[in-house]
Nanobody, 120 residues
C-alpha cells in the first residue's frame, strides 16, 4: 500500500503563487509515476501534471503549461506542484495520485486532496 498526504492549499489572491506538496509513504518502491489532478466546483476531476518516479520527463495539461510546474524529491518521497499566476478558475481541490506496480491500471492510490481557493 501507498499513502499520500497533500499539503499547501490555502486561500490566495489572483496573481499569487502557491506550491503544493504530496508526501508518499508505505511501499513507495512500487511507484513509477506521480500525478496531480484537480476538481473544480461543479466539474469532473481533471489531469494537471505528472512526473515519473525515475527520470525527469514531465507532462502537463495543455491549458496549464507555462504556469504550473511539477517536480519531485525522491529522497523525501515528495512531489511538488508550483502554481504561478493563479486565477479564480484555478480554484479547486487538488489531489495527488500515483501509478504503481501493484495497481498498474491507472492511478491506483489517491490522497485526500488539498483545497486551493483563488479570490479575485
Amino acid at each position: 500500500q501507498v499513502q499520500l498526504v497533500e499539503s499547501g492549499g490555502r486561500l490566495v489572491q489572483a496573481g499569487e503563487s502557491l506550491r503544493l506538496s504530496c508526501a508518499a509513504s508505505g511501499r513507495t518502491f512500487r511507484i513509477y509515476r506521480m500525478g496531480w489532478f484537480r476538481q473544480r466546483p461543479g466539474k469532473e476531476r481533471e489531469f494537471v501534471a505528472a512526473i515519473p518516479w525515475s527520470g525527469a520527463s514531465t507532462y502537463y495539461a495543455d491549458s496549464l503549461k507555462g504556469r504550473f510546474t511539477i517536480s519531485k524529491d525522491n529522497a523525501k518521497n515528495t512531489v511538488y506542484l508550483q502554481m504561478n499566476s493563479l486565477n479564480p478558475e484555478d480554484t479547486a481541490r487538488y489531489y495527488c495520485a500515483v501509478r504503481s506496480t501493484d495497481r498498474p491500471s491507472g492511478y491506483g492510490y489517491w490522497g485526500q486532496g488539498t483545497q486551493v481557493t483563488v479570490s479575485s
